[in-house]
């Protein structure tokens, strides 16, 4: 099972809008709504940002909003803060005979 | 408090074995399906295993699949990862991670992804 593609890196100013994308296939991405985006800042545990493509769990701020279309789930955070800078993986359910599998990883800076 | 603590990493020789324990408390650990994540030093996430509540249904990532087991004890309330045959790659921190999904009225199962992680345990493997 091969990770779903992220771009390496992504960076914007404060207050700026940013969409990272996550490419998989028909056996993950395209062919479930399964999507979850994550974040991770250095030294610490992921935490759940996306989950079911676009909903949030309660706590999360609204800034994250995630969307798909076709085999590539995006996560888009908008009104960039500092503290955004971190670490960002895509996952998705996947038809294989494992159960998840996570994207490559994007760095986000913020300038 | 939702809380998930690993317990029983450290460094072993290739070809060795680790039994990693996650210690659940703040929900109903019985009802949840939980999984294992590792990261690898200055790498990306990689799922490892999954198990299901009642443990009648289990995964492995290929790279781990007939050296690794994982099983859950619903009266002490934790999730272990037994790993056997140990190698160089599988050097990293591994993660217990709650199951978002759940079960519809028809045993329909819907992978929401993983909702709680614990603070990781690292594990290293070398000679």
């Known amino acids: 099972q091969s990770a779903l593609t992220q771009p390496a890196s992504v960076s914007g100013s404060p207050g700026q809008s940013i969409t990272i994308s996550c490419t998989g296939t028909s056996s993950d991405v395209g062919g479930y709504n399964y999507v979850s985006w994550y974040q991770q800042h250095p030294g610490k545990a992921p935490k759940l940002l996306i989950y079911d493509v676009s909903k949030r769990p309660s706590g999360v701020a609204n800034r994250f909003s995630g969307s798909k279309s076709g085999n590539t789930a995006s996560l888009t955070i908008s009104g960039l803060q500092a503290e955004d800078e971190a670490d960002y993986y895509c996952s998705s359910f996947t038809s294989s005979s494992t159960v998840y599998v996570f994207g490559t990883g994007t760095e986000v800076t913020v300038l | 408090e939702v809380q998930l603590v690993e317990s029983g990493g450290g460094l072993v020789q290739p070809g060795g074995s680790l039994r990693l324990s996650c210690a659940a408390s703040?929900?109903?650990?019985?009802?949840?399906?939980m999984n294992w994540v590792r990261q690898a030093p200055g790498k990306g996430l990689e799922w490892v295993s999954y198990i299901s509540s009642s443990s009648s249904t289990i995964y492995y990532a290929d790279s781990v699949k007939g050296r690794f087991t994982i099983f859950r004890d619903n009266v002490k309330n934790s999730l272990y990862l037994q790993m056997n045959s140990l190698r160089d790659e599988d050097t990293a921190v591994y993660y217990c991670a709650r199951d978002k999904g759940y079960y519809d009225s028809n045993g329909y199962y819907y992978y929401y992804g993983i909702d709680v992680w614990g603070q990781g345990t690292t594990v290293t493997v070398s000679s």
């Open positions: 703040g929900f109903t650990f019985s009802t949840y399906s």
